[in-house]
């Protein structure tokens, strides 16, 4: 660890994605009363899921993270949370039942409320304002009133993060998450999808395997059936929010960033003397570094020094975020170099902000097939150079969606209108995301 990091030191660096808060003495404020709020998370809860982490490098287990492009105030609702945690659910018991791995879940969700821009500006009607930043800065409401940075939002983040994970708690420890409760999570989609028999098939099984165990006089009631661990991870990029939740450990004296189980440096702060690099220096949390086209071979190595001195297991996942364009050149050349220096790290695949185009409306949109392309060609590129592919990490919803074309219901961009609801990237919708899982689970059973 770095000895002379504290949580402030952070103001020392680059500050890259900065907010211009409109009120400084309103942020002061608004700061002092986060510092005193508590944890979100909890670090056991935290290294358990570094341990999971290091399952995963040696290909004991499989990682799904996945969620929003960016959360949003308005959707912090009851049903849209259970949406999401019932498709992820859903994906997992898929891979799991078909590749006999166990899938280490972890949302993009409870504080993703922040997003990096390449633009700091957007004309609206003749009119330049501030950019959306996500709802922890501004509103995406196009007035100037609307796109000040104001630093109330910091403090609805949170309690809005509080909520979120209110209900996840209650969803994955208080039964619902139980193989038994599969017919249920099955009642909600896929009328008429092509994958529904596949899919009704597994729930079939699983459900005669249970009857099976509960003859034998087994007790199916007991956690271990019925609950499971679900983390929490969102971008560390603002880092006022960030550094107020950073607290010590009483168990093991160490700082630990309780906003989230897990952060990752975002490929807009990706640089070795950012103020986010920096503060991530300094927390025990597992942290995941976006490695896009555009990466700094020096630089990056800089950045896992910097992140993982010791070179402590489960603690690095490099998240690769290449596109199809250029992965099958540029993934083999930053394996080959990470294995020459011996870093342990958590190789993950992020199929999704590489494949972004902007459609003739102005829409951006990803292709089903492409997301699938990059999956495939990371796991053969990751086999090939004998490191171990960890998981994914992808943007997705459990609504009804359109915002990515393709797939089994063969999405078009005429269909795009229909339902596009997303402030930001685009997500592949319930069914996209289940007929995803297929696909993933096929890949992950070739190797
Ligand atoms: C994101 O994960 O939403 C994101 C902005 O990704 P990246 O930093 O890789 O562009
Ligand atoms: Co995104």
């Known amino acids: 660890m770095n000895t002379e990091w504290t ?6 660096f680059n500050y890259y994605q900065k907010a211009n808060w409109y009120d400084t003495k309103l942020l002061a404020d608004v700061l002092q009363e986060l510092s005193k709020l508590p944890a ?9 899921l570094k341990k999971d982490l290091i399952d995963i490098s040696r290909g004991d287990a499989f990682l799904l993270q996945c969620g929003d492009c960016s959360e949003s105030f308005v959707d912090c609702q009851g049903p849209r949370i259970h949406n999401l945690i019932r498709i992820i659910l859903q994906m997992s018991m898929i891979i799991t039942y078909i590749t006999n791995k166990r899938v280490v879940k972890i949302g993009r969700i409870a504080g993703q409320y922040a997003k990096p821009r390449s633009n700091e500006f957007e004309i609206v009607d003749n009119v330049q304002l501030p950019i ?14 609307y796109r000040k940075h104001d630093p109330k939002r910091i403090l609805e983040a949170y309690y809005k993060s509080a909520a979120t994970l209110n209900l996840i708690r209650a969803f994955t420890k208080g039964g619902y998450a139980s193989l038994q409760s599969i017919t249920d999570w099955q009642k909600h989609y896929f009328k008429n999808f092509p994958i529904m028999d596949k899919y009704s098939e597994i729930v079939i099984n699983i459900t005669k395997a249970i009857n099976f ?7 199916v009631n007991n956690p271990q059936f019925n609950e499971v661990n679900f983390y929490t991870s969102h971008e560390a990029l603002i880092l006022e929010y960030e550094e107020s939740l950073t607290r010590i450990d009483t168990t093991t004296g160490d700082w630990y960033d309780t906003s989230a189980h897990m952060l990752w440096l975002g490929n807009r702060s990706r640089y070795c003397d950012s103020s986010q690099v920096e503060f991530l220096s300094g927390i025990n949390n597992p942290i995941g570094i976006k490695v896009g086209p555009d990466y700094n071979d020096e630089d990056l190595m800089c950045i896992i020094d910097k992140l993982n001195p010791a070179n402590e297991q489960g603690k690095i996942c490099i998240i690769t975020r290449f596109g199809i364009p250029t992965i099958n050149k540029q993934l083999p050349v930053l394996i080959k170099h990470i294995k020459r220096k011996k870093n342990n790290v958590v190789w993950i695949c992020d199929p999704v902000h590489g494949n972004t185009y902007v459609n003739k409306y102005n829409r951006k949109v990803r292709r089903f097939e492409d997301i699938v392309k990059e999956i495939e060609s990371f796991w053969e590129i990751c086999i090939h150079e004998n490191v171990i592919p960890g998981g994914i990490h992808i943007e997705l919803t459990g609504d009804n969606v359109t915002e990515c074309i393709g797939g089994l219901r063969a999405l078009s961009e005429e269909d795009l209108d229909n339902n596009y609801t997303s402030l930001c990237d685009p997500r592949l919708n319930a069914e996209q995301s289940v007929e995803l899982a297929f696909k993933i689970a096929d890949i992950v059973k070739q190797y």
Not at 40 to 48: C, I, K, M, N, Y
Not at 132 to 145: A, H, V
Request: charged share 25%; no cysteine.
């Open 40 to 48: 979100l998370v909890f670090a056991g809860e935290t290294r358990s």
């Open 7 to 12: 949580k402030k030191s952070w103001q020392n």
């Open 213 to 219: 165990m509960k003859a034998l006089g087994l007790d």
């Open 132 to 145: 959306y930043r996500g709802d922890m800065i501004n509103s995406y409401l196009p007035t100037p009133e």
